[in-house]
């Protein structure tokens, strides 16, 4: 079980390479595109590789960025404690086309940090950051999109921009694929895939996906639940022992939407309830059945 929000990137404005305003502040779909030329190059993205190896060496692509000594220039001031002020300067660097700004201004009004806190702000400049391949931003409109947050849910461009994100080795893009094979988000439910994606963050340090790896791979544990309304509209509070909990995998079933799944959930409910209705019978009719062969007068009606 657990409770999904997006997660929001926290990490000192020189190492980076909820309220909300109002419904429907997307434009129109993102792109899902892979970062190319300069950008991939100071991301320390490889194809095929499985982690990004940003460092020393790939500062130098960094500094051709679009306006990227603007951008350095939002950094001191950030660095300096003037956060509204670097986040007047990281607009203007944003403004010019530089992903990696892009990505830092939808982080300051994600967290409301130098300017007022805004989902929808974020989200046109994740947009914008995600349209040219920026790994972390494609998470995070991932994100939105599964959530329905100021969007409409699709969860077919939620895995897509997942997978996108993944495939340049972002660990949080691979945890995110990881969930939406674990659950059948938009692609094919598929354990195996989910345990391979949580496998690659785990090995970046990614205790929840270190976490669910190692959990999956016993076939007898249940997925688990996306979040606090599906477990509570499965389990209710109850103590369950339906063998239809055993695994209880979606297998190869794609869910466009929350809508779906909440339908794929009912029929589970109700194979659990009919499972342990069977389970209880027939513990009735035995303790029936002993009570009568003990000759007592007080064993009641057997139950059918």
Not at 153 to 163: H, Y
Not at 211 to 224: S, V
Request: proline share 4%; with cysteine.
């Amino acid at each position: 079980m657990r409770k999904i929000v997006r997660r929001k990137l926290c990490v000192p404005f020189a190492l980076l390479a909820v309220a909300m305003d109002s419904p429907s502040f997307a434009a129109g779909p993102v792109p899902v595109v892979m970062a190319s030329g300069v950008l991939r190059k100071c991301l320390g993205i490889e194809p095929g590789a499985d982690k990004m190896m940003r460092g020393p060496a790939t500062k130098q692509y960094c500094q051709q960025l679009p306006a990227n000594d603007i951008y350095d220039q939002a950094g001191a001031r950030f660095q300096a404690g003037d956060h509204a002020g670097a986040a007047k300067i990281v607009t203007r660097a944003a403004e010019a086309g530089n992903a990696v700004a892009q990505l830092r201004l939808a982080v300051l009004y994600d967290q409301g940090d130098g300017v007022p806190r805004s989902a929808k702000a974020a989200f046109e400049w994740y947009s914008r950051a995600a349209a040219q391949g920026e790994p972390e931003s494609q998470n995070q409109v991932g994100l939105f999109y599964e959530l329905g947050e100021g969007v409409p849910e699709n969860w077919d461009l939620a895995a897509r921009l997942f997978q996108a994100s993944a495939q340049q080795g972002w660990m949080k893009g691979q945890f995110s694929l990881g969930r939406a094979y674990q659950f059948g988000i938009g692609v094919p439910q598929n354990r195996q895939l989910a345990i391979a994606w949580f496998a690659k963050a785990g090995a970046q340090g990614n205790a929840k996906g270190d976490y669910w790896a190692k959990w999956l791979r016993d076939g007898t544990n249940n997925i688990g639940f996306r979040d606090d309304n599906e477990h509570d509209m499965l389990i209710g509070g109850k103590l369950r022992f339906s063998v239809v909990l055993m695994g209880g995998d979606p297998s190869g079933i794609t869910f466009h939407n929350s809508a779906r799944r909440v339908l794929w959930l009912a029929g589970q409910r109700n194979a659990v309830d009919r499972d342990e209705a069977e389970v209880f019978g027939a513990m009735r009719r035995r303790a029936y059945d002993e009570c009568t062969r003990a000759g007592r007068d007080n064993c009641g009606v057997r139950s059918q």
